[in-house]
């Protein structure tokens, strides 16, 4: 039995080691070690403490989420007021801020202000008190002079450190700083929630302070909340630092997080630099951010400026344009895609927000539009962040107008008026026109006449809703059935650009069964699975004739897609269709496929594949290999006819290179399937 003592020493060893490593990884955003390792040393603190509960201390990295739910929130006195921010909305706004600073600090003309600049992060203020080194308490800003106590779900961000690192903190030092709740967690986190019927945030701020005000700390440390600390409140003796940038480069040796991105610039030219540096990253960024914030780095000369009523005249938020804005829904109308799919869209009272202004807005499906409850004559949050599409965040619930009606699942198509269907557990509504539908006709056009599919050049998105509305395309045969007086007196077509199309559409008829295959739209068949359709089965008529557990055989092809082949073809539209196509002169080679496969065109050939191939998974392309007489084999040897490369190959290259043996790219390898 080991002694107390050694215990103890290790006890005391280990905590050391993993609040090294909780530096490594949070304040540094550098980890020396694997996650698994850093669990490997939790777990065995975890066990001595367990054994030895007279040895567990407050600040143990095992007691973040020790603590009882409270019943109710205390409240915090802030010793040193917690104060907000002026903001300026424009470059005029900063150069009067700057002005004043200058005119405070009797500033000569030309002699220009040192500022930390540094994003300004959406989230919650919070303070954490540390005595000796230890948190102690963690606040709330409230409403600047009062906040409430949250020390117990403060404790359960790991980015908190618990004690702080190495020796010079001040005895007591009250830190202030942002939680907030990092993008790709806000998105993981609601999915989730979605997925369990559990209520959903509305953006990473509401997030952060909606999780920090949990009574249960349990619930808090299910969130992924971060935090980045910008400043100092109460502190004990001397300063921290003679600059605001030096004061968070100490806090930052201490353990305590600090913004990668903050910087020192020089004057109103160096403030509008990081401004627009930062804009540029914001969509990159994986937080939350609403501006800029500019603070006179010299403390001395906080000093000198002082506040005016709560806010301090030595810092200002410079903000973004609004990503987020109030506008009221005119309209709820469905979208028609290429497989019938049904999306609403809210038509909106035109607003500026993002920097563009936006009319329409998407709602995703329909359980979406019901989850939301978005109704016409509702005033609606509107988002637009970056290049995303404009989408409906939520409804403001207490100005929904008298009487607005909630939206249903239209029966008919609001384009072809043919019935509406949902299957089972899908959250996407469809049209059953297929063709008929002009909406998906436009769409699965485009398909058809696609690079990947029958590659018909000069043929673009234009011309084929220009065909369409002149009621001249029913169906892809109908394309084989141009004339060149007709494409010539269309709108924007010369005679020597109808020429060329013509060319083009001939030049297609002559195809391969797996770009028919795939041109054709069947729903879920993909380019990879048209390739190994045509590769396991050859020809069209065995496709066609070929039940469900012969569609099974195929690499790749699972039920949901057997029954979509199935389907097809079981259509005597769709039937008609190919007959046209065939009979207009669009041909492929066609096999038959035989048991043996002897007399395939890959017959006598041996494949090695290495890498990751993008447009296929390796199976199928073995499927395919194999479906042509191909063999695939694991080891390149001086027998290898090819070795195929996908990315990231491994020592298979290296050794075909020195075998002389022929390497293929993916797309070499889809040329001779295909071809
Ligand atoms: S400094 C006296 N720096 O913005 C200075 N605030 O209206 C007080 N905020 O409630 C704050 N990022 O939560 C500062 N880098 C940053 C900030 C920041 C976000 C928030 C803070 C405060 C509000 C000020």
Redesign the pocket.
Known sequence: MAKAGDIGTRIAALREEIRHHNYRYHVLDDPEIPDIEYDRLMRELQGLEEVHPELVTPDSPTQRVGAEPVAAFGTVEHRVP????DNAFSDEELQSFDRRVREKLEREEGEVVEYAA????D???VSLLYEAGVLVRGAT?GDGRIGEDITHNIRTIDGVPLRLRGSGYPGVIEV?G?VFMPREGFRAYNEEAAKTGGKLFVNPRNAAAGSLRQLDPKLTAQRPLDIYL??VGYVEGDDVGASHSETLDRLQGWGLKT?PERRVVSGVDGCKAYYDDIAGKRDGLPYDIDGV?Y?VNRISEQRELGFVSR??RW?I?HKFPAQEELTVVRAIEFQVGRTGALTPVARLEPVFVGGVTVSNATLHNIDELHRKDVRVGDTVIVRRAGDVIPEVVGVIADRRPKGARKVGLPKKCPVCDSAVTREEGEAVARCTGGLVCAAQRIEALKHFVSRRAMDIEGFGAKLVEQLVSLDRLHTPADIYTLTRDELAGLERMGEKSAENLLESIEKSKSTTFSRFLFALGVRDVGEATAMSLAGHFGNLQALQSADEPALLEVADVGPVVASRIKAFFSESHNLDVIRELQRSGVTWEEREVAASNTDGKLAGQTFVLTGTLSGMTRDQAKDLIVSMGGKVTGSVSAKTSYVVAGDKPGSKLKKAEDLGVTVLTEDELRSIISD
Do not use: F, I, N, T
Not at 82 to 85: Q, R, T, V, W
Not at 118 to 121: A, F, G
């Open positions: 917690m104060l907000s921010l540094e994003p300004k992060l989230g919650a203020a800003r202030r942002e910008y400043g913004c914030v603070k806010a301090p810092a938020a």
